[in-house]
C-alpha cells in the first residue's frame, strides 16, 4: 500500500501538527521521518493546546501506531518531558509509540557544542534553535554518532564518553564562555535513557516494509518546512536534515515508488524564525497585524516570527521540488480584516524578471513583484463549510489553484481541529 506526505512548503510552522492530527483518523500508521526536537507541533482540541517536539502528531488517537524514524534526531531528556506531559493527560503512548533503532541520539554535549558554535559566528549566527540538532546530524555523517539501537549493547557507555570528550575538547577549541555542569546535564541525561529504554524499539524498514505489505495505511509527518531543506532550502540557513519528499524515502526506508499523496501545507502568507532570507517580509503595521493576529510566535524557542505577504515563487519551487498532489491552506482567518492582500508571483533579480526561485535570495538580489487583491472582513473562524466563504477570499483560493495548478482541497479557519474545512 502506498505511503501518503505531509510536508510543510514554507519555512516551517505551517501548522503541520494540526493537519496530522485532522487526518488520522484516515490512517493506521504516522510516522516522524526527519527532524529532532528543534521542530514544535502545536494541537489545539478540547480547549486545550499540546505542543509536541518529537513525537508524532498522531499519539492522542488510540487505536494510531506512532513511529519515530531513523531519520530523527531524539533528545531523550526532551522525550522524556513529552512523555510526562502526555501521561498526565491520560495518553497511553507505551502501546502505540515505537522508535527506530537507527535513529541517532543528541548528547549533553551535543547541545553545549551547538552553544558554542553559534556564539563563535558572532553577526553570522544562523539562527540555531540550540538543541543540538545540526552537531548531532554532523556525528551521524561523520560517523561517530550513538542510535538508540547502540543503547541495547553492553559497552554504549564507552561509547558515550569517547563522543561527549571528543565534545569537550571540540567546545574548548571554540574558546567562548560557555558555562555548564556536564556532571549535572549527565544525570538528567542517563534518567531519560532510561526511560527511552522502557518502549518498544523496532527495526523500523523491516516494519514499514510489513506494514505495507499488510495494507496499513502510513502517512509520513515531515517536520521543518521545505525551504529549510539542507540542499534545497535558502541554505546556509537551513536545518540539518531533508525536509522534502525525498527525506521521506531515505527517514524511513521506504522506496520511492511506494509515495501515494503529498499533502503540502502553507500559510495564506508567509512567516519565518531566525535569520536568513525572506523577499516579501513586512516591516510595516500590516506584518505587525499578521504576528499579532495570527500569535506568530515559535512553539519551541519562542521567538517571533517575521511576516510577510505570500510568496508564490518561493511556493511553486516547494511544490515541484516535492511532487505536492493536493494542497493545505492555513491561517486563512488572519487575513480577515485586511482592505487589500498581495501576493508576490514573480521577482526582480538583479535587473532580470524571473518566475523561479535563483540561488541567491538576498534583498541585494530580488525584489518582489506583486499582484494585488480585494480583502474580506468577514470573520472565518465560526465557518463550517467552503459554501459560507466571502467571494474575495473565493478569488484568492482559486487565483493560487490556478497559478500553482494543484487543488486547494483543505483551508484551516482557526487552531482547533474543527476549525478544518474540506473544500472537495
Known amino acids: 500500500m502506498a505511503v501518503d506526505l505531509l510536508l510543510g512548503l514554507q519555512w516551517g510552522d505551517e501548522g503541520k501538527g494540526k493537519i496530522v492530527d485532522v487526518l488520522t483518523s484516515k ?22 493546546k499540546h505542543v509536541l517536539h518529537t513525537i508524532p502528531s498522531g499519539i492522542f488517537h488510540e487505536d494510531t501506531k506512532n513511529v519515530v524514524g531513523n531519520g530523527v534526531v531524539i533528545d531523550p531528556v526532551i522525550f522524556k518531558n513529552e512523555l510526562d506531559k502526555l501521561e498526565e493527560q491520560g495518553v497511553d503512548y507505551r502501546s502505540s509509540l515505537l522508535i527506530s533503532r537507527k535513529a541517532h541520539i543528541i548528547l549533553p554535549t551535543h547541545r553545549l557544542l551547538d552553544a558554542a558554535s553559534e556564539t563563535a559566528k558572532g553577526k553570522a549566527k544562523i539562527g540555531s534553535t540550540l538543541k543540538g540538532i545540526g552537531p548531532t546530524y554532523m556525528d551521524k555523517t561523520g560517523r561517530n554518532g550513538i542510535r538508540v539501537g547502540d543503547i541495547e549493547l553492553a559497552d554504549w557507555k564507552l561509547k ?6 571528543k565534545h569537550q575538547e571540540l567546545i574548548a577549541f571554540h574558546d567562548v564562555d560557555i558555562e555548564y555542569d556536564l556532571d549535572e546535564l549527565e544525570t538528567q541525561f542517563f534518567t531519560a535513557i532510561d526511560t527511552l529504554k522502557s518502549l518498544t524499539f523496532i527495526d523500523s524498514e523491516e516494519y514499514m516494509h510489513q506494514a505495507q505489505k499488510d495494507g496499513q495505511s502510513i502517512l509520513a ?47 495564506a502568507y508567509t512567516t519565518r524564525v531566525g535569520s536568513g532570507p525572506f523577499p516579501t517580509e513586512l516591516f510595516d503595521e500590516v506584518g505587525e497585524t499578521m504576528g499579532r493576529v495570527g500569535h506568530e510566535f515559535g512553539a519551541t524557542t519562542g521567538r517571533s516570527r517575521r511576516c510577510g505577504w505570500l510568496d508564490l515563487v518561493a511556493l511553486k519551487y516547494a511544490c515541484h521540488v516535492n511532487g505536492v498532489t493536493q494542497l493545505i491552506m492555513m491561517k486563512g482567518d488572519v ?15 538583479k535587473g532580470e524578471v524571473i518566475n523561479h526561485l535563483p540561488y541567491n535570495i538576498e534583498s541585494e538580489n530580488v525584489t518582489p ?3 494585488e487583491f480585494k480583502g474580506w472582513k468577514e470573520d472565518l473562524t465560526e465557518m463550517t463549510e467552503a459554501s459560507q466563504f466571502p467571494k474575495e477570499l473565493n478569488a484568492y483560493i482559486e487565483f493560487l ?16 481541529r474543527k476549525q478544518t474545512i474540506h473544500r472537495n
Open 27 to 48: 490512517y493506521n500508521i504516522i510516522a516522524r521521518f526527519q527532524g529532532g526536537p528543534n521542530a514544535g507541533h502545536t494541537l489545539v482540541f478540547n480547549g486545550k
Open 160 to 165: 558515550y564518553r569517547a563522543l561527549a570528550e
Open 221 to 267: 509527518e515531515g517536520a521543518q518546512g521545505s525551504l529549510l531543506d539542507i540542499d534545497f532550502g535558502t541554505y546556509p540557513f537551513v536545518t540539518s536534515s531533508n525536509t522534502t519528499a525525498a527525506g521521506a524515502c531515505t527517514g524511513l526506508g521506504i522506496a520511492p515508488n511506494k509515495i501515494g499523496e503529498v499533502y503540502g501545507i502553507f500559510k
Open 335 to 349: 487575513l480577515s480584516g485586511f482592505e487589500s492582500l498581495k501576493v508576490c508571483t514573480q521577482y526582480n533579480y
Open 369 to 371: 513583484i506583486y499582484s
Open 401 to 416: 489553484e490556478k497559478e500553482l495548478e494543484i487543488p486547494i482541497t483543505v483551508v484551516s479557519v482557526g487552531p482547533d
